[in-house]
């Protein structure tokens, strides 16, 4: 299994970024997938996940302002940001957990300019 994120960026404050995560080895479809954020000096923060059937979740400072959606027949996971602000900047990954092992994509950076 093998997790790829991509898609983040600088970005203005107020300004959107979608993150994406394209899977390998498992489907998305039938796995949870969920979204971390990595801050300096921080734990790793779950931020949004999708479930295998669709349902979705979200930390309390993420709700209304992140969108997780996913594209079965690309295989990928989003992450939709809308809004941006200082507290958004970090690496992004997603993760999945298929027969009780626990996958980590490589991460992508966001960072928001004021």
């Known amino acids: 299994v093998q997790l790829q994120a991509s898609g983040g960026g600088l970005v203005q404050a107020g300004g959107s970024l979608r993150l994406s995560c394209s899977a390998s080895?498992?489907?998305?479809?039938?796995?949870?997938v969920a979204w971390y954020r990595q801050t300096p000096g921080m734990q790793r923060e779950w931020v949004a996940t999708?479930?295998?059937?669709?349902?979705?979740n979200y930390v309390d400072s993420a709700k209304g302002r992140f969108h997780v959606s996913r594209d079965n027949d690309a295989n990928t996971v989003y992450l939709q940001i809308d809004s941006l602000n200082s507290e958004d900047t970090g690496v992004y990954h997603c993760?999945?957990?298929?027969?009780?092992?626990?996958?980590w994509g490589q991460g992508t950076q966001v960072t928001v300019s004021s």
């Open positions: 080895g498992t489907l998305v479809s039938t796995n949870g």
């Open positions: 999708i479930a295998s059937g669709g349902a979705t």
């Open positions: 993760s999945l957990i298929r027969r009780g092992v626990r996958y």
